[in-house]
């Protein structure tokens, strides 16, 4: 399996180059042949970004449904890109670009302490 790349969108005006593997059946929208990137850029990393707000706004809004809250929560998960220029999480962290990390800790205030 040989590797290409997709041009992306970065916020407003900037932009990434992404590894991708090549998928069985050509690029798709990803890289042309030899690696080099596409003329149009496509929206990847924003949309991976995005991908991590809904992840982490999901976990926070189930543990805040729990009756007895955890005093402390991690999820790890992991972000590949395909070739056609879509964000995913991943089967497996060694297969994707980005691996992603977020924990929660509850800080009781001073007065709940008491």
């Given at each position: 399996?040989s590797?290409?790349?997709?041009?992306?969108i970065?916020?407003?005006?900037?932009?990434?180059?992404?590894?991708?593997?090549?998928?069985?059946?050509?690029?798709?929208?990803?890289?042309?042949?030899?690696?080099?990137?596409?003329?149009?850029?496509?929206?990847?990393?924003n949309?991976?970004?995005?991908?991590?707000?809904?992840?982490?706004s999901?976990?926070?809004?189930?543990?805040?449904?729990?009756?007895?809250?955890?005093?402390?929560?991690?999820?790890?998960?992991?972000?590949?890109?395909?070739?056609?220029?879509?964000?995913?999480?991943?089967?497996?962290?060694?297969d994707?670009?980005l691996?992603?990390?977020?924990?929660?800790?509850?800080?009781?205030?001073?007065?709940?302490?008491?």
């Amino acid at each position: 399996m040989s590797s290409n790349y997709i041009e992306s969108i970065v916020g407003n005006d900037g932009q990434i180059l992404i590894e991708v593997s090549e998928a069985s059946g050509g690029v798709g929208f990803g890289a042309q042949a030899g690696g080099k990137p596409r003329e149009k850029p496509h929206n990847a990393f924003n949309q991976a970004l995005h991908m991590i707000q809904l992840t982490a706004s999901s976990v926070l809004e189930t543990l805040n449904t729990l009756e007895q809250k955890p005093d402390t929560a991690r999820i790890d998960f992991a972000i590949k890109f395909d070739p056609e220029a879509k964000a995913m999480i991943a089967h497996s962290s060694n297969d994707a670009q980005l691996r992603i990390s977020l924990s929660w800790s509850t800080h009781k205030s001073k007065e709940e302490k008491d």
